[in-house]
T-cell receptor
Framework: AQKITQTQPGMFVQEKEAVTLDCTYDTSDQSYGLFWYKQPSSGEMIFLIYQGSYDEQNATEGRYSLNFQKARKSANLVISASQLGDSAMYFCAMREEDSSYKLIFGSGTRLLVRP | ETGVTQTPRHLVMGMTNKKSLKCEQHLGHNAMYWYKQSAKKPLELMFVYNFKEQTENNSVPSRFSPECPNSSHLFLHLHTLQPEDSALYLC?????????????FGPGTRLTVL
């Protein structure tokens, strides 16, 4: 069974508008972490935002916010005021309670920002 | 500047060649990772090193041989690869004591096996 599911292979958004990228996860651990990474065409994975399973408030980092709904096991990324430079692949990832702190990634969503 | 560097950025090799990928970080991180990103597939963890010791091998074929001589360097030695091994190979490192435990990635090596 997939641990991280991103159901949107591709998304379009108009410049300056907000967009939500979906992510659902599956784990039986009580302690885990959720991450979003951005991958431009250059290939580098850029860390955007982190949410811990015990964090009571949704994480925010500038124009990025994470809509964490624990009961639904969802961790959607919200990008406000989209910019052309936001066009990229976006990956949701999870770290389970594991000493290796390895990340399990979803299949990604390609976001295209239209001018 | 990414803080994690990888060389070479691009590599084309034949199936009988032997080559090595290099990853380097001077961020004081104590864990390093190799990931493989094939076309249309999620990133797959290959190896994990903590304090230079391999703590995870995700059922990777023996034609991939990692080496971690110190906490700043990580290598991936390649030999007798197959065309299906063509992919983007990403290295990552993780800092000590970070509340987020995020991994910092290098730019990757795009490998093509002919």
């Amino acid at each position: 069974a997939q641990k991280i599911t991103q159901t949107q292979p591709g998304m379009f958004v108009q410049e300056k508008e907000a967009v939500t990228l979906d992510c659902t996860y599956d784990t039986s651990d009580q302690s885990y972490g959720l991450f979003w990474y951005k991958q431009p065409s250059s290939g580098e994975m850029i860390f955007l935002i982190y949410q811990g399973s015990y964090d009571e408030q949704n994480a925010t980092e500038g124009r990025y916010s994470l809509n964490f709904q624990k009961a639904r096991k969802s961790a959607n990324l919200v990008i406000s005021a989209s910019q052309l430079g936001d066009s990229a692949m976006y990956f949701c990832a999870m770290r389970e309670e594991d000493s290796s702190y390895k990340l399990i990634f979803g299949s990604g969503t390609r976001l295209l920002v239209r001018p | 500047e990414t803080g994690v560097t990888q060389t070479p950025r691009h590599l084309v090799m034949g199936m009988t060649n032997k080559k090595s990928l290099k990853c380097e970080q001077h961020l004081g991180h104590n864990a390093m990772y190799w990931y493989k990103q094939s076309a249309k597939k999620p990133l797959e963890l290959m190896f994990v090193y903590n304090f230079k010791e391999q703590t995870e091998n995700n059922s990777v074929p023996s034609r991939f041989s990692p080496e971690c001589p110190n906490s700043s360097h990580l290598f991936l030695h390649l030999h007798t690869l197959q065309p299906e091994d063509s992919a983007l190979y990403l290295c990552a490192s993780r800092p000590r004591g970070s509340g987020g435990n995020e991994q910092f990635f290098g730019p990757g090596t795009r490998l093509t096996v002919l």
